[in-house]
């Protein structure tokens, strides 16, 4: 059973960084694109990035690209959100997916989150 633990939220000020990282387990890795998604109160849930199964496909949400990278760690089983002059609208809870690469069925982390204020 794939499982999903993110860490790295927390509070920024506006302009600052942050870098998440979603562990994975239960499975291979390898074969598993990943998400990241965030989910504002009151929101819906939305993808902020996608990285494929091999790297070298990236994608990224009109509000994001240009100030947040991911990317992925074979080594390490991790998938990474790095982002930078984050800003107020970018408080939500992030939550990482893995995608299976033939039935498309999303395994979820718990969600970590994420608040930008002065």
């Known amino acids: 059973q794939v499982q999903l633990v993110e860490s790295g939220g927390g509070l920024v000020q506006p302009g600052g960084s942050l870098r998440l990282s979603c562990a994975f387990s239960?499975?291979?890795?390898?074969?598993?694109?990943m998400a990241w998604y965030r989910q504002a109160p009151g929101d819906e849930r939305e993808l902020v990035a996608r990285?494929?199964?091999?790297?070298?496909?990236?994608n990224y949400a009109d509000s994001v690209r240009g100030r947040f990278t991911v990317s992925r760690d074979a080594a390490k089983n991790t998938a990474y959100l790095q982002m930078n002059n984050l800003k107020p609208e970018d408080a939500a809870v992030y939550y990482c997916?893995?995608?299976?690469?033939?039935?498309?069925?999303?395994?979820w982390g718990q969600g970590t989150q994420v608040t930008v204020s002065s």
């Open positions: 990285i494929s199964s091999t790297g070298v496909t990236t």
């Open positions: 997916a893995a995608i299976h690469p033939i039935t498309n069925y999303d395994y």
């Open positions: 239960g499975s291979r890795f390898s074969i598993y694109a």
